[in-house]
């Protein structure tokens, strides 16, 4: 399983939330510089998928432009 995602900011976090409403970290990123960004993980069945930007390159707002999900079949 995997994610491509557009975003622009420096330091991020992403979670996956099981649907018994579990979140589990995927992925933490810092100091992010790139515009897109490929995450690899272990296959889990998501309800959704949670993104918590903590720092941006200077705006003062955030910006995700795309987020795709990828399953392994």
Do not use: K, W
């Amino acid at each position: 399983m995997g994610s491509e995602m557009c975003i622009r900011d420096r330091d991020y976090t992403v979670l996956v939330r099981t649907p018994e409403g579990r979140e589990v970290e995927v992925a933490r990123v810092e100091g992010n510089h790139q515009r897109l960004r490929r995450h690899d993980f272990e296959p889990l069945e998501a309800s959704a998928v949670v993104i918590h930007v903590t720092a941006t390159n200077g705006s003062e707002s955030v910006s995700v432009y795309e987020v795709r999900c990828y399953s392994p079949e």
